[in-house]
């Protein structure tokens, strides 16, 4: 069945370093959405990417959707303590009207 | 202030007993989401409803009922016979079609059964 993986599935950074987090799907999606989930918290939605190769910025996150709309990516600039949670990828799936999220990366900052 | 509200934030519960978690949302949204999630793993869906009196099975559906009698209403069983009922219990909602829309997530349900 369709699935959608995210490496690393744990990352442990140093204040001020770069973070990527990798979002890869077995299906083409017709968007992709970013979702953040701080420690004890809940997911709160980020972004949504459409286009192919399409790239948005938020502040210090950039966001990419692949050609082929079948992998994204999350690159965090100089991490920061505020940083730190789980991030999710998702997609929609085949059938239904829902999403099929990613494992999620989880993040990590020592200061 | 609109938003997802779930209550209780944690519930204690004897095995073999049934446990009803409310979610509710003053959103104006059609489609409601209950997803499960273990320490350290993902979301995974139980059930989804697209509209009032209608709902569709998720991944995991056994062992949980849902009912969509409102739309701002989407309430989860967890029956007795879910073997592993421990877990964190998330609902969300979206505007509509929530392969397109982003989804809201409430803050959350922690279940403890023992």
């Known amino acids: 069945g369709q699935q959608v993986m995210q490496i690393p599935q744990y990352q442990h950074v140093q204040e001020g370093e770069d973070f990527t987090t990798y979002c890869n799907s077995s299906?083409?999606?017709?968007?992709i959405q970013w979702y953040k989930q701080r420690p004890g918290g809940h997911p709160v939605f980020l972004i949504q990417?459409?286009?192919?190769?399409e790239v948005k910025k938020q502040k210090r996150l950039t966001f990419q959707f692949g050609e082929a709309k079948k992998n994204s990516s999350l690159h965090i600039t100089a991490t920061q303590t505020t940083d730190v949670g789980t991030y999710f990828c998702?997609?929609?799936?085949?059938?239904?009207?829902?999403?099929?999220f990613g494992a999620g990366t989880i993040l990590r900052v020592k200061s | 202030d609109g938003g997802i509200t779930q209550s209780p934030k944690y519930l204690f519960r004897k095995e073999g007993q049934n446990v009803t978690l409310s979610c509710e949302q003053n959103?104006?949204?059609?489609?409601m989401y209950w997803y499960r999630q273990d320490p350290g793993q993902g979301l995974r869906l139980i059930y989804y409803?697209?509209?009032?009196?209608?709902?569709q099975k998720g991944d995991i559906a056994e062992g949980y009922s849902v009912s969509r009698e409102k739309k701002e209403s989407f309430p989860l069983t967890v029956t007795s016979a879910q073997k592993n009922p421990t877990a964190f219990y998330l609902c969300?909602?979206?505007?509509?079609?929530?392969?397109?829309?982003?989804?809201?997530f409430g803050p959350g349900t922690r279940l403890t059964v023992t």
């Open positions: 969300a909602s979206s505007l509509d079609r929530g392969s397109i829309y982003e989804q809201y």
């Open positions: 299906t083409t999606l017709s968007n």
């Open positions: 990417l459409v286009k192919s190769g």
């Open positions: 998702a997609g929609p799936a085949e059938y239904g009207n829902k999403l099929v």
């Open positions: 959103l104006n949204h059609d489609a």
């Open positions: 409803s697209q509209i009032v009196n209608d709902f």
